[in-house]
């Protein structure tokens, strides 16, 4: 989730507009022994900001299988997507500005058996510095048991799907 994160000089803050994602946000940070904090940004904003010590994961190494399934959903629910649109084909994909990051996601992706399209870029145009894989067809249901997601609104979008 710290892809989608504020750094300040001794907290992260993690903004959502889903008040119920803030809420298991928070309750995984409190699983792992830490204060966290929950409130709304602003009188007229829908935006919940989740903010919790940096100390927290400062010595923190993804290496086990579960560390990794864990991350890749972090990671999903902060830069992955899900189609919406009855109008087109049903895909699942994570995107990122960062190419190095984004493709240690792929390999993780691949070390657990998801099978993975090209990294790519959508549009030069648009944004040069911008990358996107897609998880291929044969492995959704695959990606949906292991990885799955806490995002109350992609985990719905999964189960129906899947």
């Not at 907290?11 to 204060?35: D, Q």
């Not at 657990?112 to 549009?123: D, E």
Request: with cysteine; hydrophobic share 35%.
């Amino acid at each position: 989730m710290l892809h989608d994160a504020t750094e300040r000089k001794n907290t992260y803050r993690i903004a959502t507009k889903n008040f119920n994602f803030a809420k298991v946000i928070r309750e995984g940070i409190i699983k792992l022994n830490s204060k966290v904090w929950i409130y709304k940004e602003g009188k007229n904003r829908n935006l919940w900001i989740v903010e919790f010590s940096k100390s927290l994961l400062k010595e923190v190494n993804v290496k086990s299988k579960q560390n990794k399934i864990d991350y890749i959903r972090g990671y999903f629910d902060a830069e992955g997507g899900i189609s919406q649109s009855s109008k087109v084909r049903f895909y699942i994909y994570f995107c990122q500005k960062d190419k190095i990051d984004l493709e240690e996601v792929k390999n993780y992706l691949i070390e657990l058996g998801v099978s993975c399209g090209v990294t790519h870029n959508p549009s030069k145009k648009v944004d040069p510095n911008y990358w996107r894989f897609f998880i291929r067809s044969k492995s959704y249901k695959y990606f949906a048991k292991i990885i799955s997601s806490d995002h109350p609104e992609k985990i719905k979008l999964l189960e129906m799907k899947i």
